[in-house]
């Protein structure tokens, strides 16, 4: 089979999506004849893969440029090509249905997020969460244009892939598409096979993500703080936060005003091979999320036989059984620090929970079984188109 995955990033460019891409392909290409376009500017090689950049253009019309190289590249590739896999509705997927309609290829979408509703949190146009995004009628024009762009992209795709319950449920109530178009598929998460769980005598919390509000690393820091405040943990006690984001001077501020520059760092964002060690040395995962599709950071730190402890929502829910394979707390400071204070002192509890979440992590999210279900659905969509 011939696959073409548009998709607006690739590594060395850091993030969940980035990395599926790399090692989606890598597989793919084992059995299959595998294109990539991205926007990525210096991608890395992939023996095998053929990968053609689309070039960025810094120029007033530079998004509107984008997209029509971004067409013309599929053209090309289209006419020996059997399916395009695009990787999100608008910043790929929307010239990619538009050409397959054109060319009659068969396009499958990946939805991993909700582009709208991220762009207004980014915006600042909304605090809402997901669902009280989606049955708000009332937002500014370019966002409900972004949510009309995703829909017409999602409605005319042949199919459409979700790696999580949520997500397929978010498109069935948020954006009316109909059951028999949407699938579910796992995501794959691997780590290195020599890498192993290296924590330091002192303990490490770690919480890594993009720094924007609805990852509520504040609400981290806050427990971080109650349980150093209240001397819950005797032991010497350090969070670090991995990633980079608009919220960054925010949480520094806070940091200063609670007196935790000794304590708390926040790295900026690091590629995956620096990320996995730094994560390798925590102690404890922490994740305070008010949304996640799937949390791949959490399966990473499960594979690592690291105790995770995470809110109680949806995303997270699909993940983390509680008590069994993972601590779920409210979404409020002293849940969160009771929660976290429970799994750095109670050692039975960590390591049964390790245990458990590590078995679950493998056996779930694999690339043997991500790839067989992912070509058996590509295959399914081909023999119908």
Partial sequence: MRIIIPT???????????????????????KHEVSILTFTQRPEPIRG???????????????????????????????????????????????SVIIGKILKK???IKFVGDIA????????????????????????????????LQTQSLKRSKYIIVPSHYLKQVLLDGYAISLQK???????????????????????IVSSGRLVAHKRFDMVIAAFFKLKRLGLVKDHLKLMIIGDGPQKQILE???????????????????????????????????????????HAIIEAMLLGIPVV?????????????????????????????????????RTLA?????????QARGRYNWKTHRERLIHLLRQELTAA
Wanted: charged fraction near 20%; hydrophobic fraction near 40%; proline fraction near 6%.
């Fill in 8 to 30: 607006p990033i690739m590594p060395p460019q850091i993030g969940g999506p980035a990395t599926y891409v790399s090692h989606l392909a890598r597989y793919l290409s084992q």
């Fill in 253 to 295: 501020r806070q940091i200063k005003r609670l007196k935790l520059e000794d304590t708390v760092q926040i790295t900026g964002a690091l590629n995956r091979a620096s990320y996995l060690r730094a994560l390798s040395s925590a102690s404890l995962f922490v994740l305070a999320s008010s949304y996640e599709g799937l949390p």
């Fill in 117 to 148: 509703w991220e762009e207004a949190e980014r915006r600042g146009v909304t605090d809402q969460d997901l669902q009280g995004f989606l049955e708000n009628r009332h937002h500014p024009f370019a966002i409900r244009l972004l949510q009309w």
């Fill in 106 to 108: 068969p396009v499958v």
């Fill in 351 to 359: 390591g049964n929970l390790t245990r458990y979440a590590k078995k």
């Fill in 49 to 95: 893969v053929r990968i053609t950049v689309i070039p960025l253009y810094q120029h007033p019309l530079g998004m509107i440029l984008r997209q029509v190289t971004l067409a013309i590249q599929l053209v090309r590739l289209s006419k020996t090509a059997d399916v395009i896999y695009a990787q999100g509705p608008i910043v790929v997927g929307l010239t």
């Fill in 310 to 346: 995470a809110t109680d929502i949806p995303g997270n829910r699909e993940v983390i059984t509680d008590r069994r394979t993972g601590l779920l707390a409210q979404a409020d400071t002293a849940s969160l620090a009771r929660a976290m204070h429970e799994a750095l002192t109670d």
């Fill in 182 to 204: 949407v699938s579910l598929v796992h995501n794959a998460v691997t780590i290195p096979k020599n890498l192993e769980r290296k924590a330091k005598g002192e303990l490490t």
